[in-house]
Structure formats: structure tokens, C-alpha cells
């Protein structure tokens, strides 16, 4: 087996380049304002990416002191009547925004997304470094890990300012540096570490209150290493600080606690779907959206953010479970805990997900670990039936390799790497997406 550590192999650094090629056009050529696809649904954020932009003008003009340091939206229009104060999402992404505003004396999103895109050079190393370090710089980690760099995940969002990147980058450290506290007896600076990088997850995003969390308690069960610990409970009481803090800035701004309670419910019942009236769906999900809907529009979603359609990402994800099962049942167990992990958000707030495409983002750890392995074990499925002369079998590996190369030429090289990319503006920037209505 081929243990290079990944910057030994050449492909590596052809990689690097390549996407980090694409990552700076779309920084120079794409702006949040311009219409179309470039900045928004599939290929970023740009409704949020403008309101850090708002807020940090706001930050810049009059600093941190007014309205509970919570931002201000809308401030990027001359009518301070049409400003308003977001109260219901966490603000780091528009702090730091401002921070960048004070230093730089700009509030325009291409100095707010400098951190985020030189934290991007760092995730995509530590990637691959996770991977490797997982799996013994074994073919099949590096093969995971390309397949996430080189996918819409990676490339559309490495340099968005509000909290998709930040999450992602605390996401990766925190889980592995989890698993190296709890396999190989880190010092007490870990949970430091560990403690400042969920903090920060929460500052930016509810999201990931619950990801880590089953990270934190599952890690040890799969492990086989007890769970009560002060580790744990310590990690633990972090979401409970991040979140008294959101609530006490809300207070302050609003007035009081009862104010706080009745805003903090309302933006509860707008995610859940509880009151039709506020509802982000416009309407409470019913039955069938949770049977059918949900499950439908995940998966539609699914491969146009992994470069596989989304029927390959699932039978790839089956083969490569199965093979890191074969190959270490502890990190098998590591990855149970990973994917209850993924899919918490779609269980804890189900509309949210169901309207939003970057919450797939979830998925990236499980996709990494599992997508290397699979393709490798495709692979030996399909040279064993070529020396066996299985040819109803090559009938349908041909059927589904053209099938899976047709949909990442158009859906990952056309739109990714050249409309949105390379060639942007040339070939058009309306927000017609070619495979949006195609289930897998």
C-alpha cells in the first residue's frame, strides 16, 4: 500500500493550484452584488456575505459600542430608516467583519473575506492532514480528501465572509484534535484549544451546537473510554456560555429579559415552521414534507455539492463504510458517531435544512472518510469483473461511469470551475441552474 504523506505526492501540489486558482478568480471576478448564481444558492451566500458587509460599515462608522455591539443591517443604504438589528443569529461573522473594517478602513466584502480565504489555505491542508493521519496516508484518504477540495464544499465558499468557512475550519480542528486528546493523552492546552474552537462555532452559527456536541459524548463511546470526565462535561458547558452571552447581548439591546424571551421565540417558531405566519417555508411542514420533501430535496442538493450525483455519493459512501469497517473497527465506530453528527441538524431543525443548501455542509467529514475508500473499492469491483468477463455487470459500471462523469463535467467543471469561475462573466450570469430539477 502507497503511505506517502500527501505532500509528498506531486498530484498534491497540481491540486493545490488548480483550486486555489479557481478560489482567486472567483475572489477578483465575482462580486455579492452581482445578480445571478456567482455568490448565492449553490455557489455561496451573498445575502449574508452582504449583511457582515453592512454590519461592519456600521462597526466602522460608529464602532461596537451602539445597539448591544449586536450588527446592523441594511446600513449600506443611505436611509438609516431601513436599518435594522439582527437579533437572532450569532454575530461573530459580522464582528469580525468590523474588526477588519477598523483595520483596513474598508468595509467591502473582499477585505472581509481576506481571513477567510487565508483560513482556507489552512483547511486544505488540514483536510488532508486529517485524513491521512486517520487512515495511514493510505490512496484511499487522499482520494477523500481531493474529493472535498476539488467539490462546490470547498471551492465556492473558501472565501465567504460570513460563517461557512469559519465553521468548517473550527470544525475540522476540533474533531481532530478530539480524537488525538483521547487517543494519545494531549496536555490540559488541548481542551483549551478545544473549548476556544466550539465557542467560536457557536458565536458564528447554531449549527454546530449539536454536531459537537454528539462529537464530544460519541467520541469516547466509540473509542471504548468512559464518558463521564470533566473533559467532557467541561466541553460541554461551553454551547451553555456561548449562548448566555447571545441571549444577555439580546437583553440588553431589547430592554430586558421578558423583551429577549418573546424575540428569541418568535425566531424560533420562523425556523421550525411552528407558526405558518413566520414560517421560512411560508408554511408549517406537514407530514409528507418530512417523508417525502425533506429526504428529496437533500439529496437532490447533495450532489451538486460533492461533485458526485447524489445516487453515487450514496453508493460510494455504502462501499467505503464497509471497507473502513474491514480496516478498523475503531475508526468504523468514529464514523457512526461522525454521521449521527451529520444528519443532527436535519433531525433538530428540519425546515431550516430543507431551505437551506449550505447546511449539507455538515456532511463533509463522513463524505471525506467515506468517498476515498469507496472509489477504491469501485475500482477493484470493476477490474475483478473485466478479468471475469462479467459483462452484465461492465453493461452497468459503463452505464454509471457515464453517468457520473456527464453530471461532473456539467455540474462541478462547467459551472464551478468556468461559469463560476474561470470564464465568469462569459458564460452568462443568470440564475438558471441546469440540473436543479434532476433528483440524483
Not at 374 to 402: C, D, M, N, P
Request: contains cysteine; hydrophobic residues 50%; aromatic residues 20%.
Amino acid at each position: 500500500m502507497d503511505t506517502k504523506k500527501f505532500f509528498q505526492r506531486p498530484i498534491f501540489w497540481v491540486i493545490f493550484v488548480f483550486v486555489f486558482s479557481v478560489v482567486l478568480t472567483r475572489y477578483f471576478k465575482i462580486d455579492i452584488h452581482e445578480p445571478g448564481f456567482g455568490r448565492s444558492w449553490y455557489y455561496g451566500d451573498n445575502s449574508s456575505e452582504g449583511n457582515v458587509e453592512s454590519a461592519a460599515r456600521f462597526y466602522k462608522d460608529h464602532g461596537y459600542g451602539p445597539n448591544a455591539g449586536l450588527p446592523t443591517y441594511n446600513h449600506l443604504d443611505e436611509d438609516l430608516t431601513n436599518n435594522y438589528v439582527y437579533t437572532h443569529y450569532p454575530p461573530m461573522a459580522e464582528w469580525l467583519g468590523g474588526v477588519s473594517a477598523k483595520i483596513t478602513g474598508s468595509h467591502s466584502d473582499q477585505f472581509n473575506s481576506i481571513l477567510p480565504l487565508l483560513l482556507s489555505v489552512v483547511l486544505f491542508f488540514m483536510i488532508f492532514k486529517v485524513l491521512g493521519r486517520w487512515f495511514d496516508n493510505s490512496l484511499a484518504s487522499f482520494i477523500g480528501a481531493s474529493v472535498l477540495v476539488l467539490s462546490n464544499y470547498f471551492i465556492s465558499w473558501a472565501d465567504d465572509a460570513h460563517q461557512h468557512l469559519y465553521v468548517e475550519f473550527f470544525k475540522w480542528i476540533f474533531v481532530y484534535c478530539w480524537w488525538l486528546y483521547l487517543t494519545e493523552k494531549r496536555p490540559f492546552y488541548y481542551i483549551l484549544l478545544l473549548a476556544f474552537c466550539y465557542a467560536m462555532m457557536c458565536l458564528f452559527s447554531f449549527e454546530p451546537y449539536v454536531y459537537i456536541a454528539i462529537v464530544i459524548v460519541g467520541f469516547p463511546i466509540a473509542l471504548k473510554q468512559k464518558v463521564v470526565r470533566w473533559e467532557v462535561a467541561a466541553l460541554l458547558l461551553v454551547p451553555v456560555l456561548a449562548f448566555g452571552l447571545r441571549l444577555y447581548l439580546n437583553a440588553q439591546y431589547l430592554g430586558g429579559f421578558s423583551e429577549m424571551i418573546a424575540d428569541m421565540k418568535g425566531a424560533l417558531l420562523n425556523r421550525t415552521g411552528r407558526s405558518a405566519e413566520n414560517s421560512e417555508l411560508a408554511r408549517e411542514m406537514t407530514f409528507s414534507d418530512y417523508i417525502f420533501k425533506l429526504p428529496r430535496t437533500r439529496l437532490q442538493r447533495l450532489g451538486h455539492f460533492y461533485v458526485f450525483p447524489s445516487l453515487i455519493v450514496v453508493l460510494l459512501g455504502i462501499l467505503g463504510a464497509v471497507q473502513i469497517r474491514k480496516y478498523n473497527r475503531t475508526l468504523f465506530r468514529l464514523l457512526v458517531v461522525i454521521y449521527i453528527a451529520s444528519i443532527s441538524w436535519v433531525l433538530v431543525m428540519p425546515q431550516h435544512a430543507l431551505i437551506h443548501i449550505f447546511t449539507l455542509r455538515h456532511l463533509s467529514v463522513l463524505i471525506g472518510m467515506v468517498s476515498g475508500f469507496g472509489i477504491v473499492r469501485y475500482y477493484s469491483l470493476i477490474k475483478q469483473h473485466w478479468q471475469e468477463r462479467k459483462y452484465a455487470f461492465l453493461t452497468i459500471h459503463t452505464l454509471l461511469l457515464a453517468y457520473t462523469f456527464s453530471y461532473i463535467a456539467v455540474n462541478t467543471v462547467y459551472f464551478v470551475y468556468l461559469k463560476y469561475g474561470y470564464l465568469y462573466p462569459n458564460l452568462g450570469t443568470d440564475k438558471y441552474e441546469l440540473l436543479d430539477s434532476v433528483f440524483f
